[in-house]
């Protein structure tokens, strides 16, 4: 896909690309890679992987770089940790304990997914038929030597710039 094919909206989806990450510092590389694309700040994002496969990490390097400050907490029990930048609205969702699609109405989740702002979820699973297609979805998996496989799948066209703009900044690969 070319920078071409994006504007005349010639995208074939999903789009998909697979990053290998060594250590935390590789995590923190693609996060402010991430956060630095104009695109991202109305994206919806996926998280999907096991229980200690860094989603959480890579969220909080992400909203680092976005320049939240203060503590940056896993939004496990509470289910949603909004974030509020000079024109930025952030919200985290943590759908792990989340069972109740009237729970999703209840919250006023959907009018969250209706606004401006940068919405990423880990296990969105969980919340199946209730959030809209993610415009990225990043699957993080532990290998046999601790290191993270990294599959990047865009749904949208929004996803799909969002991996081209990464693809020319090459965040992904392990290097200093």
């Known amino acids: ?24 510092a590789a995590t923190a590389r693609f996060a402010r890679a991430l956060a630095a694309l104009p695109g991202v700040r109305q994206a919806y994002i996926e998280l999907q992987g096991h229980l200690g496969a860094g989603k959480t990490t890579l969220v909080r390097h992400m909203l680092r770089a976005l320049g939240v400050q203060g503590r940056i907490k896993s939004p496990t029990y509470a289910v949603m940790e909004p974030y509020e930048l ?5 919200w985290h969702f ?27 979820a ?14 990225l979805i990043i699957q993080l ?16 066209k929004l996803g799909a710039s969002l991996l081209h703009q990464l693809a020319n900044s090459a965040p992904d690969e392990d290097r200093p």
């Not at 000079?86 to 952030?90: C, S």
């Not at 943590?94 to 109405?105: A, N, V």
Request: charged content about 25%; glycine content about 6%.
């Open 1 to 24: 896909m070319t920078a071409v094919d994006l504007l005349q909206g010639v995208v074939h989806l999903p789009i998909v690309k697979s990053l290998h990450w060594c250590d935390e």
């Open 86 to 90: 000079p024109g930025l609205n952030i």
């Open 94 to 120: 943590d759908f792990y304990r989340f069972s109740d699609p009237r729970e999703w109405f209840d919250a006023g989740f959907r009018d969250i997914f209706a606004s401006p702002g940068l919405k990423i």
């Open 122 to 135: 880990e296990w969105p699973e969980n919340a199946a038929g209730c959030v809209p297609p993610a415009d």
């Open 141 to 156: 998996d532990v290998q046999d030597d601790e290191t993270r496989q990294v599959t990047l799948t865009a749904q949208t």
